[in-house]
């Protein structure tokens, strides 16, 4: 089972990192995987997550030119996480948890190469995940009800002065709905950390904030700060 849960992970990860690719190159009309450079179409065997990389010796047959080693990387790490995902948590909330990484991951990635996000991908993958996390929204304690309108004043506040962008607000706010108000402080916590060390050793004056919301929540699932 371990090796299933790992092929799942690589293809889920291979997935986002693919249609994360598509909405920063915007080619979304098309229909097959394409090499980032020759833009030719991949054949099957290339898309195997890992061994594509490994039996094309890391570079694209039709063009030669070397593909990225943060595929395979990132294709072993999702891998060995869905293996944890699914050897703590019950199947149920460990797909879940996998669906909801992945999306986050198409986001952080387009956020980061871009610092935007398509309200297209936004909106839909709110929704899908809404209904996806549905016998968790029927449970939520009062408190966590109270938690989530006082966090989403506060960030509606600081949206309307630019201090904080509207898809951060949004996912901050889809969170609150999802953890309990322990699990958001720890995400909020790590992400706010993360991004304010990286503007204080760096020269710029603004980054994106979705791929440190992504590491928030990896911390909480590793700590297991969810239930």
Same mark, same amino acid.
């Given at each position: 089972?371990?090796?299933?849960f790992?092929?799942l992970?690589?293809?889920?990860?291979?997935?986002?990192?693919?249609?994360a690719?598509?909405?920063?190159?915007?080619?979304q009309?098309?229909?097959?995987?394409?090499?980032?450079?020759?833009?030719?179409?991949?054949k099957?065997w290339q898309l195997?997550p890992?061994?594509?990389?490994?039996?094309q010796?890391?570079?694209?047959? &039709?063009?030669? *030119?070397?593909?990225?080693?943060a595929y395979? @990387?990132?294709? %072993?790490l999702?891998?060995?996480?869905? #293996?944890? !995902?699914f050897?703590?948590?019950?199947?149920l909330?460990a797909i879940q948890?996998?669906?909801?990484?992945?999306?986050?991951?198409?986001?952080a990635?387009?956020?980061?190469?871009?610092?935007t996000?398509?309200?297209?991908?936004?909106l839909?993958g709110?929704c899908?995940?809404?209904?996806?996390?549905?016998?968790?929204i029927?449970?939520?304690p009062?408190?966590q009800i109270?938690?989530?309108?006082?966090?989403?004043?506060?960030l509606?506040?600081?949206?309307? &002065?630019?201090? *904080?962008?509207?898809?951060?607000?949004?996912? @901050?706010?889809? %969170?609150?709905?999802?953890?309990p108000p #322990?699990? !958001?402080?720890?995400?909020?916590?790590?992400?706010s950390?993360?991004?304010?060390?990286?503007?204080?050793?760096?020269?710029?004056?603004?980054?994106p904030?979705?791929?440190?919301?992504?590491?928030?929540i990896i911390?909480?699932?590793?700590?297991?700060?969810?239930?």
């Amino acid at each position: 089972m371990l090796i299933i849960f790992f092929i799942l992970g690589t293809a889920c990860v291979s997935f986002g990192m693919c249609q994360a690719r598509r909405y920063v190159e915007q080619i979304q009309n098309c229909s097959w995987s394409i090499c980032d450079h020759c833009h030719q179409r991949l054949k099957w065997w290339q898309l195997i997550p890992i061994f594509g990389y490994l039996l094309q010796g890391g570079k694209c047959v &039709n063009c030669h *030119f070397p593909i990225t080693v943060a595929y395979p @990387i990132g294709e %072993f790490l999702g891998g060995g996480f869905f #293996i944890y !995902l699914f050897s703590t948590f019950s199947g149920l909330a460990a797909i879940q948890f996998g669906f909801l990484l992945t999306w986050l991951l198409i986001l952080a990635l387009e956020d980061f190469f871009t610092q935007t996000v398509s309200l297209k991908l936004l909106l839909g993958g709110t929704c899908s995940v809404l209904l996806i996390f549905g016998n968790r929204i029927f449970n939520i304690p009062l408190i966590q009800i109270e938690f989530w309108i006082i966090i989403n004043g506060s960030l509606a506040i600081l949206s309307l &002065n630019n201090y *904080f962008g509207w898809a951060d607000t949004c996912l @901050i706010s889809l %969170f609150g709905i999802l953890f309990p108000p #322990i699990t !958001l402080a720890v995400i909020i916590l790590i992400a706010s950390c993360g991004a304010f060390i990286t503007l204080k050793f760096s020269n710029q004056t603004t980054l994106p904030f979705i791929p440190w919301l992504l590491i928030g929540i990896i911390v909480t699932l590793l700590l297991h700060l969810t239930t």
